[in-house]
């Protein structure tokens, strides 16, 4: 059983880059058998994919914001990344990092308990 | 890009069935999971590639997909069902999720 937890500040200001951490515990990020995700949800509204990576570190990301966004995985520590450069308040939201056992069919079955991110001066 | 559209909101009375569509084009060829959101909480998946349940999900729950419809379908339901539902499909490598449908039991 795969368990995901989210850290990282809960405030950023415009214009930094948000950086938050995803930590497995249950299963070794490397093993092939996820698709690492971050999703986010602005408040009081719906959910809204943002990227994943796969352990070989490939990539994927929304394409909107798709320039932004840097996702990577720490072996080391277990953990996978999310970076999203040049905030604005409109990135005010809950992160969750997530996974899925597959890409392209398979549901995403695992997330963590999300985390507020807001951005202000 | 895949659009996924979904009521804003569903009402039923206890202990009646309440029926959440997703609506896309050709959505019958793709697979559609369901997640159940209550507030403050993340995610939880309730139907997975359009009918099978999750291990612990009650057999209340349960899905179809045809044609451009998906829908979820909640019987006997409770006020425990209250939340957001959502679905979601993959679409060239990407994640896509419906707006979501907040559902009250009256």
């Known amino acids: 059983q795969v368990q995901l937890q989210e850290s990282g500040p809960g405030l950023v200001k415009p214009s930094q880059t948000l950086s938050l951490s995803c930590t497995v515990s249950g299963d070794s990020i490397s093993s092939g058998a996820y698709y690492w995700s971050w999703i986010r949800q602005h408040p009081g509204k719906g959910l809204e994919w943002i990227g994943y990576i796969y352990y070989s570190g490939s990539t994927y990301q929304n394409s909107s914001l798709q320039s932004r966004v840097t996702v990577s995985v720490d072996r080391s520590q277990n953990q996978f990344s999310l970076k999203l450069s040049s905030v604005t308040a409109a990135d005010t939201a809950i992160y969750y990092c997530?996974?899925?056992?597959?890409?392209?069919?398979?549901?995403?079955?695992?997330w963590g308990q999300g985390t507020l991110v807001t951005v202000s001066s | 890009s895949y659009d996924l559209t979904q009521p804003l909101s569903v009402s039923v009375a206890l202990g009646q069935t309440a029926r959440i569509t997703c609506r896309g084009n050709?959505?019958?060829?793709?697979?559609v999971h369901w997640y159940r959101q209550k507030p403050g909480q993340a995610p939880v998946l309730v139907i997975y590639?359009?009918?099978n349940r999750p291990s612990g999900i009650p057999e209340q729950f349960s899905g179809s997909n045809s044609g451009n419809t998906a829908t979820l379908t909640i019987s006997t339901a409770q006020a425990g069902d209250e939340a957001n539902y959502y679905c979601q499909v993959w679409d060239t490598g990407t994640v896509v999720f419906g707006g979501g449908t907040k559902l009250t039991v009256l």
């Open positions: 997530a996974s899925a056992n597959c890409g392209g069919d398979c549901p995403i079955n695992y």
């Open positions: 590639r359009d009918y």
């Open positions: 050709n959505l019958g060829s793709k697979n």
